[in-house]
């Protein structure tokens, strides 16, 4: 995909699906029910929740139970949500040269691995193994 213009919150969203559609369908099926959004940036809010003082830091957010936590006897207060940040996906883009989709796949797939209750060191190794 190339832009003559900086890509928008529905190009990033087109991305994280055709990412998600090229995934293995077991992993897919384990996502299913998890919604997609791209938001600009974190709010405040968020920010202050995960500690972090650096907007332009946070490219990703998985929002929900981690499967490791859930039993078929809950009931859910919300959705289970991947959000992806716009303008620091699209920034790293910029600092790293890396490709767009390659950016958007990777904090994704990260992003999964957190609904699947994998802490960030363990998805970091899992990436470096791969």
Do not use: C
Not at 18 to 24: D, H, I, R, S, W
Not at 48 to 65: A, F, K, N, Q, S
Not at 86 to 96: C, D, F, K, S
């Amino acid at each position: 995909m190339r832009h003559s213009t900086p890509p928008s919150l529905e190009d990033i969203l087109e991305l994280a699906e055709q990412a998600l559609a090229a995934m293995p369908v077991a992993l897919r099926e384990q996502v299913r029910g998890t919604a997609i959004i791209v938001e600009d940036m974190p709010d405040d809010e968020t920010l202050d929740e995960m500690g972090i003082e650096e907007p332009w830091e946070l490219t990703g957010l998985y929002r929900g139970v981690p499967l490791t936590q859930k039993s078929v006897l809950d009931t859910p207060a919300e959705p289970d949500t991947i959000l992806l940040y716009r303008e620091p996906i699209l920034l790293e883009w910029i600092e790293t040269g890396e490709d767009l989709f390659g950016l958007v796949r990777n904090v994704l797939i990260h992003e999964i691995g957190h609904h699947f209750g994998l802490s960030d060191a363990d998805i970091d190794r899992l990436e470096k193994e791969g």
